[in-house]
C-alpha cells in the first residue's frame, strides 16, 4: 500500500496542523510555508485523486465542494478576492500528490501570476 500523503497524516491528527474548517469529505489548513499573508489549503479527504483534472473527472460534487469551502474562506479572511492554484504536476511545482487547492489572498499583484519570461 502506498504511504499515506501529508494530507491523510493531518487528517488522522498524526501530525498537527492549523484546521480552519473540516467537514466529512473536507479538510482546510493553513498553508505551513506561506506564500501570501493568507495562504490556505483546501483538501478532499481522499488520497484517490491526484490532482484537479482526476479530481474533476472522478467527483465532480466534490470539486465543487471545494471551491464552495475555498470561497467562504476567502470571504471572511481576504474580503473574498483571492487566487485559487492548484498546482499540477512536477514541473509546475506539485509536491504533494494529493488534490489540494491553493487559496491565498490579501497584497497579490497581476504580475506576480507566473514565472520570469
Ligand atoms: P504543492 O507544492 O503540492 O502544490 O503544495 C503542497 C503544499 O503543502 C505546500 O504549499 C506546502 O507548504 C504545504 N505543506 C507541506 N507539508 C505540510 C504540512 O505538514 N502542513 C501544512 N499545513 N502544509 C504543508
Same mark, same amino acid.
Given at each position: 500500500?502506498?504511504?499515506?500523503?501529508?494530507?491523510?497524516?493531518? @487528517? =488522522?491528527?498524526?501530525?498537527?496542523?492549523?484546521?480552519?474548517?473540516?467537514?466529512?469529505r473536507i479538510?482546510?489548513?493553513? /498553508?505551513? *510555508?506561506?506564500?501570501?499573508?493568507?495562504?490556505?489549503?483546501?483538501?478532499p479527504k481522499t488520497?484517490e485523486y491526484?490532482? @484537479? =483534472?482526476?479530481l474533476a473527472?472522478g467527483d465532480p460534487q466534490l470539486l465543487a465542494d471545494i471551491?464552495?469551502?475555498?470561497? /467562504?474562506? *476567502?470571504?471572511?479572511?481576504?474580503?473574498?478576492?483571492?487566487?485559487?492554484?492548484?498546482?499540477?504536476?512536477?514541473?509546475?511545482?506539485?509536491?504533494?500528490?494529493?488534490v489540494?487547492?491553493?487559496?491565498?489572498?490579501?497584497?497579490?499583484?497581476?504580475?506576480?501570476?507566473?514565472?520570469?519570461?
Amino acid at each position: 500500500m502506498a504511504e499515506p500523503t501529508v494530507f491523510e497524516r493531518i @487528517v =488522522a491528527r498524526e501530525i498537527p496542523a492549523d484546521i480552519l474548517y473540516e467537514d466529512d469529505r473536507i479538510i482546510a489548513i493553513t /498553508d505551513i *510555508a506561506p506564500k501570501a499573508p493568507v495562504h490556505l489549503l483546501v483538501v478532499p479527504k481522499t488520497a484517490e485523486y491526484g490532482n @484537479v =483534472a482526476a479530481l474533476a473527472g472522478g467527483d465532480p460534487q466534490l470539486l465543487a465542494d471545494i471551491v464552495k469551502v475555498a470561497q /467562504d474562506l *476567502a470571504t471572511e479572511r481576504t474580503g473574498g478576492d483571492y487566487r485559487l492554484i492548484f498546482n499540477t504536476g512536477e514541473g509546475a511545482g506539485q509536491t504533494v500528490f494529493h488534490v489540494h487547492a491553493h487559496v491565498l489572498g490579501t497584497g497579490l499583484q497581476e504580475g506576480s501570476l507566473g514565472s520570469e519570461l
